[in-house]
């Protein structure tokens, strides 16, 4: 079956450092890829997503490319804020119903 | 809009007791959908719903577990005689079928705790 596999964490990082989570996946399918982010004590919220390979994704300075050729979705961002300190999930969907997520990993930037 | 909203967002019982959570999912969404969620993994599809049929089942879902989404709108999931391993975080999600591929919009959920 389909599966989502993600870097482990957690990841520490300095205020304005660059960050990378990585994300690979497996479908039968060609499916929809997306981020989804949880902020302490909040529920699950769409980050960004990418529908057909080479789509980049963005949202609030975060950025995520379809690599078919390499069934990859890495999640980066240039300069992390101390407000980015959530969980990340890495998710994919076939048919845009039965959602398949990563174990997510938990990002924690100091300032 | 509020969003999706789940109802209560905390439960305790104690082994071998019923409960009920409910999610009221966005007004305009007829798709609906269960997760649940353990201490460091991802959501675990349950089930789904379009409209008030219930379309898929997920493994997981044994005969302890029953939803009900009876006119469409809100969804009822009830867990009889639970167990201390369904101690978990019950998610629900919305979508609009067609819409924006599918992005699904989740509630805060209902931690459950099972003693």
């Known amino acids: 079956g389909d599966s989502v596999t993600q870097m482990e964490g957690p990841v520490t990082l300095s205020e304005e450092a660059f960050l990378t989570i990585n994300c690979t996946y497996t479908?039968?399918?060609?499916?929809?890829l997306f981020w989804y982010v949880q902020y302490p004590g909040e529920g699950l919220q769409l980050l960004l997503k990418?529908?057909?390979?080479?789509d980049k994704g963005s949202n609030k300075g975060f950025e995520a490319t379809y690599r078919k050729e390499t069934t990859s979705f890495h999640l980066e961002k240039g300069s992390v804020q101390v407000s980015d300190s959530a969980v990340y999930f890495c998710?994919?969907?076939?048919?845009?119903?039965?959602?398949?997520f990563g174990p997510g990993t938990r990002l924690s930037v100091l300032p | 809009d509020t969003g999706v909203s789940q109802d209560p967002r905390h439960k305790i019982t104690k082994r071998g007791q019923n409960v009920t959570f409910r999610c009221d999912p966005i007004?305009?969404?007829?798709?609906l959908y269960w997760y649940r969620q353990t201490l460091g993994q991802g959501p675990e599809f349950l089930t789904y719903?379009?409209?008030?049929?219930?379309?898929?089942k997920s493994r997981l879902l044994s005969d302890r577990f029953s939803a009900e989404r009876p006119k469409g709108s809100f969804s009822t999931l009830e867990i009889q005689r639970t167990e201390q391993g369904d101690s978990a975080m019950y998610l629900c999600?919305?979508?609009?079928?067609?819409?924006?591929?599918?992005?699904?919009?989740f509630g805060p959920g209902t931690r459950l705790l099972v003693l």
């Open positions: 719903f379009q409209n008030e049929a219930q379309l898929e």
């Open positions: 998710a994919l969907s076939e048919n845009g119903q039965n959602f398949v």
């Open positions: 007004s305009e969404h007829n798709r």
């Open positions: 999600a919305s979508s609009l079928e067609g819409g924006s591929r599918e992005t699904q919009y």
């Open positions: 990418a529908t057909k390979a080479d």
């Open positions: 479908a039968t399918g060609y499916p929809s």
